[in-house]
């Protein structure tokens, strides 16, 4: 199973653009959120972890929250380079695994 | 220079076997936990296993339980996935990543660049 992600999301330069993931309270409901993204021909990178914390290296343009089963993913200020794919995932208790979202496609206009 | 390099990747046929290795540098390997990751051709991620730190614990998901196996040498900072009964739905990149801890909170802080298998005759 997966976490619900929109398919595509985009925006203009300079614009913020949010996106949604929800999953089910065996995931979601009892751990926290990681956000990842993937740039074309690249391996994915965690860009939030714990719901709402940044790596190192990771602008404050990006930020992350999460509210009973369902996150989001805030992008301010978009720019050019942010355009990859965005995967939200959780680790899920009942499946002893990590659930993924399908992915969601951000294109900056 | 902390990284992480799978290499094994290939193209084979159905039903065979293929190791996948993963090869650990610039951290302390024994600390944390190693998870695979693949990603079939246009398609999203897919969560395949995880080893705890000491490789007492270790999970597969669904799809390849029974027919893949995780496993570890801390000595050589190396981690495998072992891939019997190759099936054309598992071809795809494979990534291993690292778990932030020791344990398995599911958050995947170092990601290698990935190895393809093709499973086709």
């Known amino acids: 199973s997966l976490l619900a992600q929109p398919p595509a999301a985009s925006g203009t330069p300079g614009q913020r653009v949010t996106i949604s993931c929800s999953g089910t309270?065996?995931?979601?409901?009892?751990?926290?959120v990681n956000w990842y993204h993937q740039l074309p021909g690249t391996a994915p990178k965690l860009l939030v972890y714990?719901?709402?914390q940044r790596p190192s290296g990771v602008p404050d343009r990006f930020s992350g929250s999460k509210s009973g089963t369902s996150a989001s993913l805030a992008i301010s200020g978009l720019q050019s380079e942010d355009e990859a794919d965005y995967y939200c995932?959780?680790?899920?208790?009942?499946?002893?695994?990590?659930?993924f979202g399908g992915g969601t496609k951000l294109t900056v206009l | 220079q902390v990284g992480l390099v799978e290499s094994g990747g290939g193209v084979v046929q159905p039903g065979t076997s293929l190791r996948l290795s993963c090869a650990a540098s610039?951290?302390?390997?024994?600390?944390?936990?190693i998870h695979w990751v693949r990603q079939s051709p246009g398609k999203g991620l897919e969560w395949v296993a995880v080893?705890?730190?000491?490789?007492?614990?270790?999970y597969e998901a669904d799809s390849v339980k029974g027919r893949f196996t995780i496993s570890r040498d801390n000595s050589r900072n190396l981690a495998f996935l072992h891939m019997d009964s190759l099936r054309a739905d598992d071809t795809a990149i494979y990534y291993c990543?690292?778990?932030?801890?020791?344990?398995?909170?599911?958050?995947?802080?170092?990601w290698g660049q990935g190895t393809l298998v093709i499973v086709s005759s």
């Open positions: 309270t065996s995931n979601m409901g009892h751990n926290a």
């Open positions: 990543a690292r778990d932030i801890t020791s344990a398995m909170t599911g958050t995947l802080d170092l």
């Open positions: 714990n719901n709402n």
């Open positions: 995932a959780v680790w899920d208790v009942s499946l002893n695994g990590v659930i």
């Open positions: 610039g951290f302390p390997f024994s600390n944390h936990g």
């Open positions: 080893i705890w730190y000491n490789g007492n614990d270790k």
